[in-house]
């Protein structure tokens, strides 16, 4: 029985030395990547949007939106109401450092990366500069400026505010809250963003990110775990 019970152990450490290995590895490899592709990428001049495009309330209203804490966190953040638990940085991760990203176990690899090799080597700046040029806004579009094209027929910096929200409205589930599509829809979430913004909604828990109760059908049509019921039972 002693010996049985050895072996388990044994073969429970060596299994933690080898998963923890792997994730060693993994990290070093996307530490490499960064310096060698994402840094060097950065330099070009040809990214479509640049920080100095969007004006301050621009930019507050998709941290407040996307990421509330950004500046302060290291990459993670699984504290701040209304936050999610993707936090731009793993965006960017799901997006550059995946070919293919299948959501479960593959959060852990996403979020190590994020906080020791994205955040770590990357400003806070220039991760936004990374984000608004390839956050997906709908089918093959990526970035903002090549949907305020596709969408408003415009360049970015002719958006009104409204039109902007509805971009930003898109970015958690493009499909679903698509303003060609399915404008009700996405009317319906520009309206309850711009009471976050107003400071009429305060999000009830980490992942309050639609600000109140969805329709059953739009419901079906949500990303795996983002949207909880229970926030609003005591509004019923």
Do not use: W
Not at 44 to 56: G, Q, V, Y
């Amino acid at each position: 029985m002693k010996t049985a019970l050895k072996m388990i152990i044994l073969l429970c450490l060596t299994m933690i030395v080898a998963i923890a290995g792997y994730y060693v590895v993994e990290i070093y490899k996307a530490r490499g990547y960064t310096e060698s592709t994402v840094k060097p990428y950065l330099r070009i001049e040809s990214l479509a949007l640049d920080l100095r495009d969007m004006t301050e309330r621009q930019l507050n209203i998709l941290l407040l939106v996307e990421d509330p804490a950004f500046f302060e966190h290291n990459g993670m953040d699984l504290s701040t109401p209304g936050a999610g638990i993707t936090s731009i940085t793993q965006s960017l991760v799901k997006l550059l450092y995946f070919k293919e990203f299948k959501p479960g176990i593959a959060k852990i690899k996403q979020t190590l990366i994020a906080v020791f090799a994205l955040d770590s080597l990357i400003s806070k700046e220039d991760q936004l500069r990374l984000f608004i040029n390839h956050v997906g806004l709908g089918g093959d579009t990526k970035g903002f400026e090549a949907a305020a094209r596709q969408v408003f027929g415009k360049p970015f910096k002719a958006l009104t505010e409204d039109e902007y929200i509805a971009l930003v409205a898109m970015i958690i589930a493009p499909q679903t809250f698509d303003v060609v599509r399915y404008p009700k829809r996405n009317a319906e979430r520009v309206e309850r963003i711009k009471r976050l913004i107003a400071g009429e909604y305060r999000p009830k828990g980490l992942c309050d990110l639609y600000y109140g109760r969805m329709d059953k059908e739009v419901q079906k049509h949500l990303p795996p775990f983002s949207y909880f019921e229970s926030y609003y039972e005591e509004s019923k």
